[in-house]
């Protein structure tokens, strides 16, 4: 059974902080070869690409939107990865959902993933 499970999601405040967690089991574990993302979606709109890393953490891209602000990270001892989240805007609200990479490398497209988590809330205040 393939699993990847969100946590972290919640309400803030305008300015303030978030760390969202995905952990994997089953299939989807171990990532440690695999290139993890986080998208998000608000109602309304296409899933939009967040952040991706590459199997050794090396490699980072993110979204122009959230540069300087989120850092993806993971622990692959963990089968963890994270999205920290800082300065948080209005426009930042949304379900944040994390991913599994096709292949070792960070990617930024939805379509080079194939193992999904089924997401969590993210809601910031003004």
């Known amino acids: 059974q393939v699993q990847l499970v969100e946590s972290g999601g919640g309400l803030v405040q305008a300015g303030g902080s978030l760390r969202l967690s995905c952990a994997a089991s089953?299939?989807?574990?171990?990532?440690?070869?695999?290139?993890m993302g986080w998208f998000r979606r608000t109602p309304g709109k296409e899933r939009e690409f967040v952040a991706a890393?590459?199997?050794?953490?090396?490699?980072?891209y993110y979204a122009d939107s959230v540069k300087g602000r989120f850092t993806i990270s993971r622990d692959n001892a963990k089968n963890t990865v994270y999205l920290q989240m800082n300065s948080l805007k209005p426009e930042d609200t949304a379900d944040y959902y994390c991913?599994?990479?096709?292949?070792?490398?960070?990617?930024?497209?939805?379509?080079?993933?194939?193992?999904w988590g089924q997401g969590t809330l993210v809601t910031v205040s003004a």
């Open positions: 089953g299939r989807a574990a171990p990532f440690g070869r695999s290139g």
């Open positions: 991913a599994r990479s096709r292949s070792p490398y960070a990617r930024l497209q939805a379509s080079e993933y194939d193992y």
């Open positions: 890393d590459s199997w050794t953490g090396g490699t980072t």
